[in-house]
């Protein structure tokens, strides 16, 4: 046997430790990074769902200012204590803009009365169609859309409150 | 007390265990005699570890909250058997076994190998020592399973309901023996290494361990795909998940060794190959082992995603099977090989056979590890699924099935007869197989194709070993290797027909509904709500007809409460020609229910295949220890006549 073949499975052995030790070092990334991210939000123009508070269109996000879009519902309930952080953000002078998925008028007037109010905007999706156009897939989530209406990030999950240095940074990059 | 008692009897042990190895060290670097001191020291260490283990067992069935791992992992309304099952089916209590089936079978070695010389034995039980010492360090330091909780809680945590299985109570076990009864072959092969005395005396020493080694692993890999088969609700007997192939690459290097090694006891020839065999298949153990518990690749089987506890088992990893490379190349230039073989020989026959296993291996470990690979290089994330694995491996099994009926035809050294002559019964029936099924089916796939005709070429061949002699007469290991061998036939009939003709039905149904699926209509009844100790259900009834026999299912969805959880306990019933199996999902908003139905013709095969071969080694390990015993007690006859 030659000393080739003697060494080689050690030498093989090395390599698959050494990609071992990597993987233990670097977990796997679990985060979903979006598609959309870097491209132009939809196109989508959705009616008021109370009377008090004006409508959301893709043209809204378009203003040269950078947005926050909350896709949510009054009746999801991580919803309850995210809004509450976005009235924080928005008290440090973030335009936070909300799309109610499969919501109702009563239920949603009910959820900002008790839980505060921080939305610009809000549009109704009753059958999550911009929700899904979006490519999200659940409630809460959130997109920050530079001034010219291009997505800059997505936050998969509520927003916490250990959250709002790294929302406030993507907003800057996004400005 | 109790689980202050278990891990003094581990710290004892561990501490006997370092002792084994200095003893070794003494022995074979100066002129020391420690075998005898070493063989005791084993076999405390083995009893030391068997108290260890059944304090666990015993703060388990008493459902003694103040111990972390028991709160975790029990609680007090789970039936008794899972309760002390519960003891394994969690990390450290896991890796508790482990150790403890490590010095146990330590001890055996101690207590039983007589037929390597006393230079070889005292140098593998001082690298049995080693293997024992790297894993109490790993219970002591880094997953303690007696540690305590102050104040106790009232109650536990629960067994995850996927575990609360019969199954489970011998599953994990039944791998573990495997696994670890690999051990032993590879502190003798390091052993031998080290004395540099690899010859026939050693391979006849290792070959049982090798076998009962490789009879529960076949055992446990068996029961595990049935396990999975009925517990998960998908219907499929192997998934290449990750943990899967954990435990299927031990078994392909073992399966490999206990061929090889047979040239070694026979011939002593293939010395180098034998040995490294004998390093990869526990190397295989220990990188399942690692794969399970560092949680490092996605799987259904992720226990323990904790970094601390993947480095130390990758740290032990690297120190056991990089020292046993680096002796292998150090001291592989001195093995000579053996006596030599002529091209159509016995040995040819099995040189095949493990180079194929070997193909067979790699391919495996490329395709279990290939992802993590690619992320490293290129940071794409992909995963490699049933059909690269069906793809490669699939050919290269069936060749593999075609040369199993060839090799035990064939001669030790070389074979001159024609013995291919006796190979026409079994090629007319492979052949016949083909024909029929590209009439009959001109549309089935290639491999399930190839399968009938491997499968009935091999029913016949498997046999040949037996039909030119008296069969009677012939060696208990000849009736194990046919046995097994015919058992591959089996389970090949069971894959290719279920790959074949498995009809498949996913439907939405309202109790009146009737659905067909295969030969049977099939009629949702009822569903109603039932319970159990610790869980409610829904419970669907069916009435399923098939001609004039009438059956009834009751699949259900079990929602258990500690932890919260639920899972699809499915509903099969078996027949001589398959299994009809049965899933009840979730309801829809209308009251209609999610049904999945399949039927299986011929799927049973696959275990009872799968039982056969580890049947056949039974057999064979039965002839090889009987002989042994008759062997032994002639001797012992012989010197009590001589000096009488």
């Given at each position: 046997?030659?000393?080739?073949?003697?060494?080689?499975?050690?030498?093989?052995?090395?390599?698959?430790?050494?990609?071992?030790?990597?993987?233990l070092?670097t977990?796997?990334?679990t985060?979903?990074?979006?598609?959309l991210?870097?491209?132009?939000?939809p196109?989508?123009?959705?009616?008021?769902?109370?009377?008090?508070?004006?409508?959301?269109s893709?043209?809204?996000?378009?203003?040269?200012?950078?947005?926050?879009?909350?896709?949510f519902?009054?009746?999801c309930?991580?919803?309850?204590?995210?809004?509450?952080?976005?009235?924080?953000?928005?008290?440090?002078?973030?335009?936070?803009?909300?799309?109610?998925?499969?919501?109702?008028?009563?239920?949603?007037?009910q959820?900002?009365?008790?839980?505060?109010?921080?939305?610009?905007?809000?549009?109704?999706?009753?059958?999550?169609?911009?929700?899904?156009?979006?490519?999200?897939?659940?409630?809460p989530?959130?997109?920050?859309v530079?001034?010219?209406?291009?997505?800059?990030?997505?936050?998969?999950?509520?927003?916490?409150?250990?959250?709002?240095?790294?929302?406030?940074?993507?907003?800057?990059?996004?400005? | 007390?109790?689980?202050?008692a278990g891990?003094?009897?581990?710290?004892?042990?561990?501490?006997?265990?370092?002792?084994?190895?200095?003893?070794?060290?003494?022995?074979?670097?100066?002129?020391?005699?420690?075998?005898?001191?070493?063989?005791?020291?084993a076999?405390?260490?083995?009893?030391?570890?068997?108290?260890?283990?059944?304090?666990l067992?015993i703060?388990?069935?008493?459902?003694?909250?103040?111990?972390?791992?028991?709160?975790?992992?029990?609680?007090?309304?789970?039936?008794?058997?899972?309760?002390?099952?519960?003891?394994?089916?969690?990390?450290?209590?896991?890796?508790?076994?482990?150790?403890?089936?490590?010095?146990?079978?330590?001890?055996?070695?101690?207590?039983?190998?007589?037929r390597?010389?006393?230079?070889?034995l005292?140098?593998?039980?001082g690298?049995?020592?080693?293997?024992?010492?790297?894993?109490?360090?790993?219970?002591?330091?880094a997953?303690?399973?007696?540690?305590?909780?102050?104040?106790?809680?009232?109650?536990?945590?629960?067994?995850?309901?996927?575990?609360?299985?019969?199954?489970?109570?011998?599953?994990?076990?039944?791998l573990?023996?495997?696994?670890?009864?690999?051990?032993?072959?590879?502190?003798?092969?390091?052993?031998a290494?080290?004395?540099?005395?690899?010859?026939?005396?050693?391979?006849?020493?290792?070959?049982?361990?090798?076998?009962?080694?490789?009879?529960?692993?076949?055992?446990g890999?068996?029961?595990?795909?049935?396990?999975?088969?009925?517990?998960?609700?998908?219907?499929?007997?192997?998934?290449w998940?990750?943990?899967?192939?954990?435990?299927?690459?031990?078994?392909?290097a073992?399966?490999?060794?206990?061929?090889?090694?047979?040239?070694?006891?026979?011939?002593?020839?293939?010395?180098?190959?034998?040995?490294?065999?004998a390093?990869?298949?526990?190397?295989?153990?220990m990188?399942?082992?690692?794969?399970?518990?560092?949680?490092?690749?996605t799987?259904?089987?992720?226990?323990?995603?904790?970094?601390e506890?993947?480095t130390?088992?990758?740290?032990?990893?690297?120190?056991?099977?990089?020292?046993?490379?680096?002796?292998?190349?150090?001291?592989?230039?001195t093995?000579?090989e053996?006596?030599?073989?002529?091209?159509?020989?016995?040995?040819?026959?099995?040189?095949?056979?493990?180079?194929?296993?070997?193909?067979?291996?790699?391919?495996?470990?490329?395709?279990?590890?290939?992802?993590?690979?690619?992320?490293?290089?290129?940071?794409?994330?992909?995963?490699?699924?049933?059909?690269?694995?069906?793809?490669?491996?699939?050919?290269?099994?069936?060749?593999?099935?075609a040369?199993?009926?060839?090799?035990?035809?064939?001669?030790?050294?070389?074979?001159?007869?024609?013995?291919?002559?006796?190979?026409?019964?079994?090629?007319?029936?492979?052949?016949?197989?083909?024909?029929?099924?590209?009439?009959?089916?001109?549309?089935?796939?290639?491999?399930?194709r190839?399968?009938?005709?491997?499968a009935?070429?091999?029913?016949?061949?498997s046999?040949?070993?037996?039909?030119n002699?008296?069969?009677?007469?012939?060696?208990?290991?000849?009736?194990?290797?046919?046995?097994?061998?015919?058992?591959?036939?089996?389970?090949?009939?069971?894959?290719?027909?279920?790959?074949a003709?498995t009809?498949?039905?996913?439907?939405?149904?309202k109790?009146g509904?009737?659905?067909?699926?295969?030969?049977?209509?099939?009629?949702?009844?009822?569903?109603?709500?039932?319970?159990?100790?610790?869980?409610?259900?829904?419970?669907?009834?069916?009435?399923?007809?098939?001609?004039?026999?009438?059956?009834?299912l009751?699949?259900?969805?079990?929602?258990?409460?500690?932890?919260?959880?639920?899972?699809?306990?499915?509903?099969?019933?078996?027949?001589?020609?398959?299994?009809?199996?049965?899933v009840?999902?979730?309801?829809?908003?209308?009251?209609?229910?999610?049904?999945?139905?399949?039927?299986?013709?011929?799927?049973?095969?696959?275990?009872?295949?799968?039982?056969?071969?580890?049947?056949g080694?039974?057999?064979?390990?039965?002839?090889?220890?009987?002989?042994l015993?008759?062997?032994?007690r002639?001797?012992?006859?012989?010197?009590?006549?001589?000096?009488?």
């Amino acid at each position: 046997m030659s000393r080739a073949t003697r060494f080689a499975p050690l030498a093989l052995l090395l390599l698959i430790i050494v990609a071992l030790i990597w993987r233990l070092a670097t977990p796997s990334d679990t985060n979903v990074h979006s598609t959309l991210e870097g491209k132009a939000v939809p196109a989508f123009a959705l009616s008021a769902i109370l009377p008090n508070k004006p409508p959301l269109s893709s043209a809204d996000l378009t203003n040269g200012q950078p947005h926050l879009v909350n896709v949510f519902a009054s009746w999801c309930v991580p919803c309850t204590t995210e809004v509450k952080v976005l009235q924080t953000l928005k008290d440090s002078g973030v335009s936070v803009e909300g799309i109610a998925i499969r919501d109702r008028p009563a239920d949603l007037a009910q959820f900002l009365a008790s839980n505060g109010d921080p939305y610009d905007r809000i549009g109704s999706d009753p059958q999550s169609q911009v929700q899904i156009s979006l490519g999200s897939s659940g409630v809460p989530e959130s997109f920050i859309v530079d001034g010219k209406g291009v997505i800059r990030y997505q936050h998969i999950g509520p927003i916490e409150r250990s959250d709002i240095g790294l929302i406030l940074s993507k907003l800057e990059q996004a400005r | 007390m109790i689980a202050e008692a278990g891990l003094a009897a581990l710290w004892l042990a561990a501490g006997l265990a370092a002792l084994q190895f200095v003893l070794m060290v003494l022995s074979l670097r100066i002129q020391f005699d420690g075998a005898r001191s070493m063989r005791s020291i084993a076999v405390v260490q083995g009893l030391l570890t068997l108290v260890a283990f059944a304090m666990l067992l015993i703060v388990f069935a008493r459902s003694d909250m103040s111990v972390a791992l028991v709160f975790e992992n029990s609680s007090a309304v789970k039936p008794f058997i899972y309760k002390v099952a519960g003891a394994w089916g969690n990390h450290e209590g896991s890796m508790l076994m482990w150790v403890t089936i490590l010095a146990v079978a330590g001890a055996f070695v101690a207590l039983l190998a007589h037929r390597t010389s006393e230079r070889t034995l005292v140098a593998a039980l001082g690298a049995q020592a080693v293997l024992a010492l790297g894993f109490y360090a790993f219970l002591l330091f880094a997953s303690n399973p007696f540690a305590r909780l102050w104040p106790a809680p009232p109650d536990g945590q629960g067994l995850n309901p996927l575990l609360q299985d019969p199954g489970l109570a011998f599953h994990p076990p039944t791998l573990y023996l495997g696994y670890v009864g690999l051990s032993v072959a590879f502190s003798l092969a390091v052993g031998a290494l080290l004395t540099g005395e690899v010859d026939s005396r050693l391979a006849r020493a290792m070959r049982p361990w090798v076998l009962g080694a490789w009879i529960l692993l076949t055992l446990g890999i068996t029961a595990g795909s049935y396990w999975a088969y009925y517990e998960l609700g998908w219907g499929g007997y192997w998934f290449w998940d990750p943990v899967e192939n954990a435990s299927l690459m031990p078994w392909l290097a073992a399966t490999a060794l206990l061929h090889s090694i047979n040239v070694l006891a026979a011939r002593g020839a293939l010395k180098a190959w034998t040995m490294m065999l004998a390093v990869i298949a526990f190397s295989m153990s220990m990188v399942g082992t690692f794969l399970v518990r560092s949680g490092i690749l996605t799987s259904v089987h992720a226990f323990a995603i904790d970094p601390e506890r993947g480095t130390f088992l990758l740290a032990l990893l690297a120190i056991y099977v990089g020292a046993a490379f680096i002796l292998f190349a150090v001291r592989g230039a001195t093995l000579k090989e053996g006596a030599p073989f002529e091209l159509v020989s016995r040995e040819s026959g099995l040189v095949v056979n493990n180079l194929i296993l070997s193909i067979v291996l790699g391919v495996v470990f490329v395709g279990t590890l290939y992802p993590l690979f690619v992320e490293a290089v290129s940071g794409e994330k992909l995963s490699v699924g049933a059909p690269y694995f069906n793809a490669v491996a699939g050919p290269l099994a069936l060749i593999l099935a075609a040369l199993v009926g060839v090799g035990p035809l064939l001669a030790w050294r070389r074979e001159r007869r024609p013995v291919f002559g006796q190979l026409t019964i079994p090629a007319l029936l492979g052949t016949s197989a083909l024909v029929i099924t590209i009439i009959l089916w001109p549309g089935m796939h290639i491999l399930p194709r190839l399968g009938f005709t491997v499968a009935a070429y091999l029913v016949a061949a498997s046999i040949l070993p037996l039909v030119n002699r008296n069969p009677f007469r012939a060696p208990l290991a000849t009736w194990g290797m046919v046995v097994a061998h015919f058992g591959i036939a089996i389970a090949l009939l069971g894959m290719a027909a279920n790959a074949a003709f498995t009809s498949e039905r996913l439907a939405i149904a309202k109790p009146g509904d009737t659905l067909t699926v295969g030969p049977w209509l099939v009629l949702l009844n009822d569903v109603t709500p039932t319970a159990g100790k610790n869980w409610t259900a829904v419970e669907a009834e069916l009435r399923a007809t098939r001609g004039t026999s009438v059956v009834t299912l009751k699949p259900q969805t079990r929602y258990f409460s500690d932890p919260p959880a639920e899972t699809n306990e499915s509903a099969i019933r078996t027949f001589w020609n398959g299994q009809l199996y049965t899933v009840v999902g979730k309801p829809d908003a209308s009251g209609a229910w999610q049904l999945r139905l399949w039927w299986k013709p011929f799927v049973t095969l696959i275990w009872a295949g799968g039982a056969l071969i580890a049947l056949g080694g039974a057999l064979a390990l039965l002839g090889r220890l009987w002989r042994l015993f008759w062997r032994r007690r002639a001797d012992a006859e012989w010197h009590r006549e001589r000096y009488a």
